[in-house]
T-cell receptor, first 114, second 109 residues
Framework: DAGITQSPRHKVTETGTPVTLRCHQT?????MYWYRQDPGHGLRLIHY???????DKGEVSDGYSVSRSKTEDFLLTLESATSSQTSVYFC?????????????FGPGTRLTVL | KNEVEQSPQNLTAQEGEFITINCSYS?????LHWLQQHPGGGIVSLFM???GKKKHGRLIATINIQEKHSSLHITASHPRDSAVYIC???????????FGQGTRLTINP
């Protein structure tokens, strides 16, 4: 357990509103990731970070932005939420110099966009 | 075609049976992860391997690098093993994972 928390755990919002999800880790891991999980698609990478202020896009990044101003926090923002962004969002961390580079996952955030 | 393919997608078995879940990948990897996700959502790492075999309790994971294939075995399966099992490949030279679609395992008492 890498001490990863996500907030909020559940959110219902309306189309067009901005939404920010927070991932917080206590293990000082260098790498952090945001995934979404949808039936029939498995886990898909949205954005990832390889250090403070260093981020890059994943395979499904359209409509999402991220920020990492501190090692422990990685924020995912939906600028204008759409119904297609209804999903379960997982944060994950790893560090090649720690814990044998195993990847640890947060508990997930269930987002519903009406 | 997905870079990581799992089979079967769904598997139902009786308690006590030997279970095998397969994972094939088409990319160069530095490691292969097996993850478990129980109903209710949490994802837990079971194994990370780059060669050979690893064992933890009743779970065994193997990998054949030449054939680009990995298997997860469960011996003496139990209803508490019911979960979705996910294979994920760590791309060579990167830290990102590419995931299979998961295998939903149901063990009936």
């Amino acid at each position: 357990d890498a001490g990863i928390t996500q907030s909020p755990r559940h959110k219902v919002t309306e189309t067009g509103t901005p939404v920010t999800l927070r991932c917080h880790q206590t293990e000082n891991h260098r790498y952090m990731y945001w995934y979404r999980q949808d039936p029939g698609h498995g886990l898909r990478l949205i954005h990832y970070s390889y250090g403070v202020k260093d981020t890059d896009k994943g395979e499904v990044s359209d409509g999402y932005s991220v920020s990492r101003s501190k090692t422990e926090d990685f924020l995912l923002t939906l600028e204008s939420a759409t119904s297609s962004q209804t999903s379960v969002y997982f944060c994950a961390t790893n560090d090649r110099n720690k814990s044998y580079n195993e990847q640890f996952f947060g508990p997930g955030t269930r987002l519903t966009v009406l | 075609k997905n870079e990581v393919e799992q089979s079967p997608q769904n598997l139902t078995a009786q308690e006590g049976e030997f279970i095998t879940i397969n994972c094939s990948y088409s990319v160069g990897i530095s490691a292969l992860h097996w993850l478990q996700q129980h109903p209710g959502g949490g994802i837990v790492s079971l194994f990370m391997l780059s060669s050979g075999k690893k064992k933890h309790g009743r779970l065994i994971a193997t990998i054949n690098i030449q054939e680009k294939h990995s298997s997860l075995h469960i011996t003496a399966s139990h209803p508490r093993d019911s979960a979705v099992y996910i294979c994920a490949a760590r791309i060579q030279g990167a830290q990102k994972l590419v995931f299979g679609q998961g295998t939903r395992l149901t063990i009936n008492p």
